[in-house]
């Protein structure tokens, strides 16, 4: 079962970098996902399976621009 991500969710995952951090950002989505330390800024790829069995939350999930457009009043 894959877990619904979108680029700009902030996630936690089981296991800490080396650098100590544990939160990392999506920047990339497909077959891999592109993730960003951030506390060094190291970037990596993994296998959507493996993000998948490493992941333990969502902290900030990123807001899709076109949802809240439509959301908010008319000026």
Known sequence: MYVEIHLGDIVRLR????????DWEV???GT???L????????VLLQRGVFNK???TILKS?????ES??????A
């Open 27 to 29: 920047v990339r989505l």
């Open 36 to 43: 960003v330390c951030q506390t060094c800024g190291r970037k």
């Open 69 to 74: 457009a439509e959301d908010s009043p008319p």
């Open 54 to 56: 490493r992941l333990k």
């Open 15 to 22: 296991k800490p970098h080396p650098c100590g951090s544990y």
């Open 62 to 66: 990123a807001a899709n621009p076109a």
């Open 32 to 34: 891999d996902v592109g």
